[in-house]
Nanobody, 124 residues
Framework: QMQLAESGGGVVQAGGSLRLSCAAS????????VGWFRQAPGKEREFVAG????????SLADSVKGRFTISRDNAKNTGYLQMNSLKPEDTAVYYCAASVYSGVKVTPALYAYWGQGTQVTVSS
């Protein structure tokens, strides 16, 4: 079993930055693909970014390319999502997730482990 806990959310003005962290417990983090998803009110959960086990194959949704960066530190059992140039449409609850699959997956159902989510609010 693995437990995930996000932190770093908050309220920021448009154009600002936030760095989300995802701390994992257990000893399988370094064998898991990590994904970040977000869900805005009334909308489905959507893929934001993902990174492979070794950190070598990041994937980003088109809506965040050039603004967000995903990374991980397996020695610290932690994943990160650096969010720059934030826009009001980035407002959502952000979740980190871990998958046993080797490649980055964009489908939430393929991730077995989820954090509780952290709210990101971008004001205009």
């Amino acid at each position: 079993q693995m437990q995930l806990a996000e932190s770093g959310g908050g309220v920021v003005q448009a154009g600002g930055s936030l760095r989300l962290s995802c701390a994992a417990s257990g000893d399988t983090f370094d064998r898991s693909t990590v994904g970040w998803f977000r869900q805005a009110p009334g909308k489905e959960r959507e893929f934001v970014a993902g990174i492979s086990r070794t950190g070598g194959i990041p994937s980003l949704a088109d809506s965040v390319k050039g603004r967000f960066t995903i990374s991980r530190d397996n020695a610290k059992n932690t994943g990160y999502l650096q969010m720059n140039s934030l826009k009001p449409e980035d407002t959502a609850v952000y979740y980190c997730a871990a998958s046993v699959y080797s490649g980055v997956k964009v489908t939430p159902a393929l991730y077995a482990y989820w954090g509780q989510g952290t709210q990101v609010t971008v004001s205009s």
